[in-house]
T-cell receptor
């Protein structure tokens, strides 16, 4: 069974630029999560999808972050415009029942 | 208030010895789940073990076991016979409620296994 795929693995941008991350979950997993992990901290949920509907986006900075999950499969997370404090690893996870499986993450550096 | 507390920023253990990583949690839900993940330097989060709040037996997965003490709200991870490849960050996480709820993570413990 293929795991959660994410791209790109690394991204360096300047502040005020835009960036987008892509996630392809494990086949058949209805739930998809985006987490932000700042250096030295545990991951924090940004947004959770159930199929293509949003379940929880309470911690998503909606003035600059957006996410979509078209057709209940792939998902894209966008930051526009980026700030220095957005430097982090962005982890995508997909779930079935009690399990959540994580992708390799995208390491974003904002200069 | 912190929902997941990991009080050990770093732990050292010698190869082949056992080590316990501490985790305490705070919830008023009756139904919840507790997870441990390993995060090597490469960055991916690797699922290790899961304990449901209604599970009466402590969870075990190979060399990993979860010491679940419900009354004390603790869910410590025990790694037996440590290996050099166990050196990594370890995160405790909790899911409140059932099903597809988000995970709330602790700040992690860095484990270093020495030869």
């Amino acid at each position: 069974e293929a795991g959660v795929a994410q791209s790109p693995r690394y991204k360096i941008i300047e502040k005020r630029q835009s960036v987008a991350f892509w996630c392809n979950p494990i086949s058949g997993h209805a739930t998809l999560y985006w987490y932000q992990q700042i250096l030295g901290q545990g991951p924090k949920l940004l947004i959770q999808f159930q199929n293509n509907g949003v379940v929880d986006d309470s911690q998503l900075p909606k003035d600059r972050f957006s996410a979509e999950r078209l057709k209940g499969v792939d998902s894209t997370l966008k930051i526009q415009p980026a700030k220095l404090e957005d430097s982090a690893v962005y982890l995508c996870a997909s779930g079935r029942g009690d399990e959540q499986f994580f992708g390799p993450g995208t390491r974003l550096t904002v200069l | 208030a912190q929902k997941i507390t990991q009080t050990q920023p770093g732990m050292f253990v010698q190869e082949k010895e056992a080590v316990t990583l501490d985790c305490t949690y705070d919830t008023s839900d009756q139904s919840y789940g507790l997870f441990w993940y390993k995060q090597p330097s490469s960055g991916e989060m690797i699922f290790l073990i899961y304990q449901g709040s209604y599970d009466e037996q402590n969870a075990t997965e190979g060399r990993y076991s979860l010491n679940f003490q419900k009354a004390r709200k603790s869910a410590n991870l025990v790694i037996s016979a440590s290996q050099l490849g166990d050196s990594a960050m370890y995160f405790c996480a909790m899911r409140e409620g059932s099903g597809f709820q988000k995970l709330v993570f602790g700040t992690g413990t860095r484990l270093l296994v020495s030869p």
